[in-house]
């Protein structure tokens, strides 16, 4: 009989022990106990339905902490993926944790692209397909030798379309069902040679910039293979510059300009005709080759300046001296760098003596109107005694035009903000400032001054005068380099004035937008003295 009552025992034993794994023949499901009670039932994806005993309990993932002991059936659904039915059983000093892995209904789709009757012969015909569906984008698939694919898609209406070089889009749309193979077949014809969607880099540019700032790209799209041709006229319809355009083998052409003429002389400044031409090759099509233009508009401006500017504090410039340059509209830079040294980092810290850290900050300028200029930053200040700080800073700044005078002139705001030790250690600090740089613009140099008045806040009613100069030079295509001095004198406090000094260069090789960043200065207020240098990197378009 013990043994009877053992066999017996392990048959019951086996018929429930495929309800407690039901889900566990699929990879990804996992049945887990842990402390506590009750039932968590997590899905990927989420959002699938519970029906516990028959009963809606929401959208995974659940937790059920009061759901009764004993044995339960478990349902879940969700639209376009295969029900899944289970039994588990919950004990009254555990909770058990339930993970499953849903299965997406899918089905085959066969897909055949073809050119229409009639279609040329010669005309190059490689398709490839994209298929999307509401939650799901399959892009760029290439055919075989006979343009043909198999595709393996989720249940449900998808929109299969085709796209080739030379020929019209074409788009169709089939029901993909679990057990019946969808059959789909696509018929393209030869497209309408057309020139479209063109766009230059810069509608005004400057040929003595350097290296891609200094000339402008020519973007457009053609329909079908072809050839082109670019060219330019003056103001009096003259043409200046010509040239072949490579031949069409895919959608999207481009073309560049640096503003000199068919010789490579440079052009005065004005406004130019581009005219860009094309024609289809005529094997291709049927009847007479038409050729087709599209018509823009360029401006050469010698008095544009991008080059890179130091963003220390939220205003451009050279390191201690804000600059009178701004960018035009439609330029901007970004910049991040960071320093090591020793610096004085605010008033109340100079009995501790100097401190030493690694100061790192981000910048960004930008053009909003002609000849307004907005800048921003933002500097954290890790410091060797875990007091770490971080600011933030802005400024606005207009250049005054001069009428073609030798000299550069603008006036600015800036306010920065910072927390204890937050102030970015190359700025004047928190405040308000105004300041109005002029400079010298000579043929390799620009000599800057800069005088401003700065507030620091409701304890110094009394502004700073900041005095400041420097020096940029510019000769070269890839590089600038660059003195900067300041000599800040704060009336509210009895202070010696602080006297800071900089050196910097920014090199930006050709042909990236890229730039990078060397700088080295030293500071000394009243008996504290200190030095530095940084690193960094940027871009400017």
Do not use: C
């Amino acid at each position: 009989m013990d043994r009877l009552r053992l066999i017996f025992l392990f048959l019951v034993f086996l018929f429930f022990l495929p309800n407690l794994s039901a889900a566990s023949d699929i990879v990804g499901d996992n049945f887990e106990e842990i402390s506590g009670r009750g039932l968590v039932i997590r899905t990927n994806p989420p959002g699938v339905r519970v029906f516990i005993d028959g009963v809606d309990r929401g959208l995974t993932p659940v937790t059920l902490e009061n759901t009764g002991f004993g044995e339960h059936q478990i349902r879940l659904t969700r639209e376009g993926y295969r029900e899944r039915r289970f039994n588990v059983t919950l004990s009254n000093n555990s909770r058990l944790v339930v993970s499953i892995e849903m299965e997406e209904l899918r089905g085959i789709a066969l897909v055949s692209v073809h050119k229409a009757g009639g279609s040329p012969d010669n005309l190059p015909f490689n398709p490839q397909i994209f298929s999307s569906a509401l939650d799901e984008t399959v892009s760029g698939i290439s055919l075989s030798h006979d343009n043909t694919v198999l595709l393996n898609l989720p249940v449900g209406y998808h929109t299969i379309r085709s796209r080739a070089f030379g020929w019209e889009d074409t788009a169709v749309t089939i029901l993909v069902n679990e057990n019946v193979n969808a059959a789909v077949n696509i018929f393209m014809r030869p497209a309408l040679f057309r020139i479209e969607n063109g766009t230059q880099s810069r509608r005004r540019f400057n040929p003595a910039n350097p290296n891609n700032l200094g000339n402008t790209e020519y973007r457009f799209h053609v329909s079908a293979p072809g050839t082109g041709a670019i060219t330019i006229l003056n103001r009096n319809g003259s043409v200046v510059f010509s040239r072949q355009l490579n031949y069409f083998d895919t959608w999207v052409q481009n073309v560049s300009w640096n503003g000199r003429d068919s010789y490579g002389n440079p052009l005065p400044d004005g406004i130019y005709t581009v005219l860009i031409e094309a024609s289809p090759i005529s094997e291709f099509i049927q009847g007479p080759a038409q050729t087709v233009q599209l018509t823009m508009e360029t401006e050469i401006n010698h008095a544009i300046n991008i080059f890179p500017l130091s963003l220390r504090g939220g205003i451009s410039g050279l390191t201690f001296t804000p600059m009178p340059s701004v960018l035009p509209p439609g330029s901007f830079q970004v910049e991040a760098g960071v320093l090591y040294g020793r610096f004085n980092i605010s008033s109340s810290d100079m009995e501790d003596g100097i401190f030493s850290g690694f100061p790192f900050g981000f910048g960004i300028r930008v053009a909003t109107f002609n000849r307004l200029e907005a800048a921003a930053g933002f500097n954290i200040n890790p410091l060797i005694n875990n007091s770490t700080g971080w600011g933030l800073s802005g400024s606005l700044k207009y250049n005054i035009p001069q009428n073609n005078l030798p000299v550069d002139l603008a006036i600015g705001a800036s306010y920065s903000w910072s927390n204890k030790n937050g102030e970015d250690p190359l700025s004047p600090g928190s405040g308000i400032g105004l300041y109005m740089p002029f400079s010298l613009e000579l043929e390799m140099f620009s000599v800057i001054f800069s005088p401003s008045v700065f507030w620091r806040g409701p304890d110094g009613i009394v502004p700073s005068i900041l005095l400041s100069a420097g020096i940029l030079h510019h000769s070269s295509s890839w590089i600038n380099t660059g003195l900067s001095l300041r000599s800040e004198f704060d009336f509210w406090e009895d202070s010696r004035p602080k006297f800071l000094a900089g050196l910097e260069g920014r090199f930006y090789p050709p042909p990236s937008y890229l730039f990078f960043l060397v700088q080295a200065g030293l500071w000394t207020h009243n008996s504290l003295i200190g030095g530095y240098a940084g690193l960094g990197i940027g871009v400017i378009y």
